[in-house]
Each structure stands twice: as structure tokens, then as C-alpha cells.
């Protein structure tokens, strides 16, 4: 079946820092990519997507890019602020949508 | 319009007993998944339901069993509870297998004792 791996954390940062959080999948076909947040308190929101590959998905200054030949979809933001203090997970889905595959999830921590 | 509601938000069972987690989709949504999440890890897939028919389901044993009613809400079942039950379930709602995005409601908490 589908597998997600993620970077383990937890991540902490000065604000303004540069974010990297590593993610790697292992699909059959040509699966969906997404990255969703989860910040204290509340549920899980999607963040961005990619559906094909060299697809990049941004929102909220995040990016990522979907690698195929890397099996990668590597979450970035140039200049975290405190309020990106979350839990990141990655995730997989095929056609199927309702289904994903999530990764174990980044706990993420910024400072002033 | 309201987001994905479930119900009840906590809830303390012990081992043996029986449980019903409930949900509301986004109105117009037709498909319902459920997912578990143990603390520290991320959600694992447990069923997906659209128009009321089961579309998919995560490796769970047959004590977890769910339905979707003509309204797109959904129930989750789960018999003879083991300690290992305790998780997040959230349930998350899909209008349309195009978007490949899911909107989570914010779960329930159930701990088995």
C-alpha cells in the first residue's frame, strides 16, 4: 500500500528562519499530493496541493513542489512567523480522494 | 455555512463497551470518510462512504463499522473496545472527487479505560 515519511521533528525556529520539512511518499499509479496543518486546537486543514507531477502547490507563503523522479513533495516557506506553530502533515491520495495515506506528522515551533 | 461537525467532542468508555461517534458534512457534500489518530502519529484511513454506499476501508478489524444516512451524515461503530481504541476519529467530508480536498471536522476524543 501507499506509505508517506516525513522528517522527524520537532522543528523549532527563530521567526523570519527559512523552513524545510522533508517528505517522501511510496505510490502506485500517480497518486495526489498534499500537505495539511493542524494548528493547537483545531482540525485539519488542507494547506496546498499538486495533483501531477512538476505541479507546484503554495499557499500562505508554504510551497512544494511534486518530484517524481524523487518520490518528493518537500514543504517550504522562506520566513516562518510565530503563527505557523502547527503540527504539518503530508499525505497521498489517489483517484479516490477520501482516502489518503498521511505521514506522522512535523511538529513545528516558532519563536519571536 | 457550518463546517464538518462531530459529536460527542470527549467521550470515556472501558474496555468491552460500545461506541457511536457522529457527523455532519459541509452541506452539499455527499462523501464522508473516517480516520483515526493515535497521539503522536497521523491519521490512518478507516472508511470512506459516498451516497451512502461504503467506497473504500483502511485495515481495521471488523469490530470498526460505520454508515452514511440519506442526509450524508455519518455514523462510526465500534464494538468490544480495547484499550488500543483510544484515539482522535475525525471525520472529514469531500464534495466532489475532483477537488481532492478533504475538510476535516475537529474529532473526537475518545479514551478507553
Known amino acids: 500500500g501507499d506509505s508517506v515519511t516525513q522528517m522527524e521533528g520537532p522543528v523549532t525556529l527563530s521567526e523570519e528562519a527559512f523552513l524545510t520539512i522533508n517528505c517522501t511518499y511510496t505510490a502506485t499509479g500517480y497518486p495526489s499530493l498534499f500537505w495539511y496543518v493542524q494548528y493547537p486546537g483545531e482540525g485539519l486543514q488542507l494547506l496546498l496541493k499538486?495533483?501531477?507531477?512538476?505541479d507546484k502547490g503554495s499557499n500562505k507563503g508554504f510551497e512544494a513542489t511534486y518530484r517524481k523522479e524523487t518520490t518528493s513533495f518537500h514543504l517550504e516557506k522562506g520566513s516562518v512567523q510565530v503563527s505557523d506553530s502547527a503540527v504539518y502533515f503530508c499525505?497521498?491520495?489517489?483517484?479516490?480522494?477520501?482516502?489518503?495515506?498521511f505521514g506522522q506528522g512535523t511538529i513545528l515551533t516558532v519563536h519571536p | 455555512d457550518a463546517g464538518v461537525t462531530q459529536s460527542p467532542t470527549h467521550l470515556i468508555k472501558t474496555r468491552g463497551q460500545h461506541v457511536t461517534l457522529r457527523c455532519s458534512p459541509i452541506s452539499g457534500h455527499k462523501s464522508v470518510s473516517w480516520y483515526q489518530q493515535v497521539l503522536g502519529q497521523g491519521p490512518q484511513f478507516i472508511f470512506q462512504y459516498y451516497e451512502k454506499e461504503e467506497r473504500g476501508r483502511g485495515n481495521f478489524p471488523d469490530r470498526f463499522s460505520a454508515r452514511q444516512f440519506p442526509n450524508y451524515s455519518s455514523e462510526l461503530n465500534v464494538n468490544a473496545l480495547l484499550l488500543g481504541d483510544s484515539a482522535l476519529y475525525l471525520c472529514?467530508?469531500?464534495?466532489?472527487?475532483?477537488?481532492?480536498?478533504?475538510?476535516f471536522g475537529e474529532g473526537s476524543r475518545l479514551t478507553v479505560l
Open positions: 472529514a467530508s469531500l464534495k466532489g472527487f475532483d477537488t481532492g480536498e478533504l475538510f
Open positions: 499525505a497521498c491520495g489517489g483517484t479516490s480522494y477520501g482516502k489518503l495515506t
Open positions: 499538486a495533483t501531477k507531477a512538476d
